[in-house]
């Protein structure tokens, strides 16, 4: 069945640019109230503005992903202005690139914190007021493909991807019975401005081991340039929404590479009729496991409120 989109307000990080405005406007031309949370004011107000230009009811907020409590008082402006939020969609992100044994702890902090980081704050923020809304509704991380393949030249981006996969996989599990569907978008290349979020960088991780210079920018800027078009991206959101489907991933290049990294994974297992009483052993000391944790939760948790 096909989602009901009209008359939702969905909220969405990083929406003043790239994949996360084509998402602003491919939901809001769906009926969606739409609610942009982004660092950057002006580009803010700007993608505010061209949403209002199209007859999309929208309302913008600046915004840190850091600040958790920024992050709560954004969420209640929002919801005096556009009504409870039923769709989150955590697009914002941050790269940098370069050997992964250069990298300072800087770097970490500020990639981590904002993929990753930026992630976890949106749904603590949310997730209960979803629940207490009553919507349902549906819940959009992006990752990228680099959250199931790693290189060192992208290790930490693709680290802060693999938690954001993790992490979004759990939810999908923990809001089903709260009829809230959750999927995972993982581009490839999109066209957009990612090349220059280095600017976004705080001051307080500003010791960085790599060095981005008009080289690096320029190369940059030439592989985006030639990436999906945002609008295109969103699309597929909404397609996978309709569908209730997890992984959003509508780039068949990619094929090659994940078929690669799989088999790996496969081709380290034993045969699946090796060791039959060890596998029977663990396989009922799990189970016994999922009884017992079952049944404590449903006796500490059931019913209960955060
Ligand atoms: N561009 C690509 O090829 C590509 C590929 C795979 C995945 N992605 C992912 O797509 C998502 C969207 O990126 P994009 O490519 O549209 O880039 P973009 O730079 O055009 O948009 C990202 C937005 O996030 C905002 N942002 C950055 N730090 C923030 C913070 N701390 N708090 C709030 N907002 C912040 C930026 O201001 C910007 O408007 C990211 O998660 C990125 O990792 C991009």
């Known amino acids: 069945m096909?989602?009901?989109?009209?008359?939702?307000?969905?909220?969405?990080?990083?929406?003043?640019?790239g994949a996360g405005f084509g998402q602003a406007k491919v939901f809001g031309?769906?009926?969606?109230?739409?609610?942009?949370?982004?660092?950057?004011?002006?580009?803010?107000?700007?993608?505010?503005?061209?949403?209002?230009?199209e007859g999309i009811e929208a309302h913008g907020v600046q915004l840190d992903i850091t600040n958790r409590e920024a992050f709560a008082e954004a969420a209640?402006?929002?919801?005096?202005?556009?009504?409870?939020?039923?769709?989150?969609?955590?697009?914002?992100g941050v790269s940098i690139f370069g050997p992964l044994e250069k990298a300072t702890y800087d770097d970490y902090d500020w990639v981590m914190g904002v993929n990753f980081g930026g992630v976890v704050n949106l749904m603590q923020t949310f997730v209960p007021r979803m629940i207490d809304h009553g919507l349902g509704g549906h819940v959009v991380n992006t990752a990228s493909v680099g959250c199931f393949v790693a290189s060192s030249v992208a290790g930490i981006y693709s680290a802060s991807k693999f938690a954001v996969h993790g992490i979004t996989l759990a939810m999908r599990d923990a809001l089903k019975e709260h009829d809230i569907g959750?999927?995972?978008?993982?581009?490839?290349?999109?066209?957009?401005?990612?090349?220059?979020?280095?600017?976004?960088?705080?001051?307080?991780?500003?010791?960085?081991?790599y060095q981005v210079d008009e080289a690096?920018?320029?190369?940059?800027?030439?592989?985006?340039?030639?990436g999906m078009e945002p609008e295109e991206l969103a699309e597929h959101v909404k397609e996978a929404i309709d569908e209730n489907r997890f992984y959003i991933i509508p780039?068949?290049?990619?094929?090659?590479?994940?078929?690669?990294?799989?088999?790996?994974?496969?081709d380290a297992l034993p045969p699946a009729d090796s060791d039959l009483e060890g596998q029977n052993k663990r396989n009922q000391a799990?189970?016994?496991?999922?009884?017992?944790?079952?049944?404590?939760?449903?006796?500490?948790?059931?019913?209960?409120?955060?």
Request: aromatic share 8%.
């Open 2 to 17: 096909a989602f009901d989109f009209e008359g939702r307000t969905a909220f969405i990080t990083g929406g003043a640019s």
């Open 286 to 306: 799990m189970k016994r496991y999922s009884d017992a944790r079952r049944n404590m939760d449903e006796a500490r948790y059931k019913g209960a409120s955060r």
């Open 216 to 226: 690096e920018l320029k190369a940059l800027r030439e592989i985006y340039s030639h």
């Open 251 to 266: 780039y068949p290049e990619a094929r090659a590479m994940l078929e690669s990294a799989f088999d790996k994974v496969i």
């Open 76 to 92: 209640d402006e929002v919801e005096n202005a556009l009504g409870p939020v039923s769709m989150l969609f955590g697009t914002a």
């Open 29 to 53: 031309r769906l009926g969606c109230k739409i609610a942009i949370a982004d660092v950057r004011g002006s580009a803010v107000q700007t993608a505010v503005a061209a949403l209002r230009d």
């Open 182 to 209: 959750v999927s995972l978008l993982a581009p490839a290349n999109i066209k957009t401005n990612i090349a220059e979020s280095v600017q976004t960088r705080p001051a307080k991780y500003g010791h960085s081991g």
